[in-house]
């Protein structure tokens, strides 16, 4: 158990449908990252989060947007849903200490759209 | 640009073989960083090991050892005696210093089937 938390385990939905994808970090971790992992296109960097400010982008679609809040949990918003956004979905978050933190990841959630 | 490869897709061994996964990378940086990951059946992505950039020394964990060199730009992973339980796939994953970011570039992993 690494100690990320990311709910809900799965979600199925349709296409056209907006769907919220939570984390929550390791206990004093301040960075949370977010990454897609797709059969074609593998695992990709989406988004960084430190401390509640925006950090680093990636591949990320402008359908998709994320944020972290105070408590430094982080949601991840997917809108107009389309099939190919089927995948799994990561959560990583590192501490503050040194300048390349360990990222430590979630168990994801599988997102299926119908 | 920085580059990952893992050229083997899938490996099979027999229970008790050592086997090696291969790790390739490229980047311009002069400082960063490697990792491997384990995504076991489970799904989950399981950290293994971190080495920087300017530690070369080998490291050795029970029946995991991997080989960093730069001089090859490798970072190599072997697992001694495997087990059923070391099948999963392997991620091998690099950090740029440069960037000023912190995101993972991962490599599309290896696939490792132990047969009992």
């Known amino acids: 158990d690494s100690g990320v938390t990311q709910t809900p385990k799965h979600l199925i939905t349709a296409t056209g449908q907006r769907v919220t994808l939570r984390c929550s970090p390791r206990?004093?971790?301040?960075?949370v990252y977010w990454y897609q992992q797709s059969l074609d296109q593998g695992l990709q960097f989406l988004i960084q989060?430190?401390?509640?400010?925006?950090?680093a982008k990636g591949n990320i679609l402008e359908r998709f947007s994320a944020q972290q809040f105070p408590d430094l949990h982080s949601e991840l918003n997917l809108s107009s849903l389309e099939l190919g956004d089927s995948a799994l979905y990561f959560c990583?978050?590192?501490?503050?200490?040194?300048?390349?933190?360990?990222?430590?990841f979630g168990p994801g959630t599988r997102l299926t759209v119908l | 640009a920085q580059k990952v490869t893992q050229a083997q897709t899938e490996i099979s061994v027999v229970e008790k073989e050592d086997v090696t996964l291969d790790c390739v990378y490229e980047t311009r940086d002069t400082t960063y960083y490697l990792f491997w990951y384990k995504q076991p059946p489970s799904g989950e992505l399981v950290f293994l090991i971190r080495?920087?950039?300017?530690?070369?020394q080998n490291e050795i964990s029970g029946r995991y050892s991997w080989n960093f060199q730069k001089s090859t730009s490798s970072f190599n992973f072997t697992i001694t005696a495997s087990q059923v339980v070391d099948s999963a796939v392997y991620f091998c994953a690099l950090s740029e210093a440069q960037t000023g970011a912190n995101n993972l570039f991962f490599g599309t992993g290896t696939r490792l089937t132990v047969i009992p």
């Open positions: 989060y430190y401390n509640g400010e925006e950090r």
């Open positions: 206990s004093g971790d301040l960075s």
């Open positions: 990583a978050s590192s501490s503050p200490r040194g300048a390349r933190d360990t990222q430590y």
């Open positions: 080495r920087n950039s300017f530690d070369e």
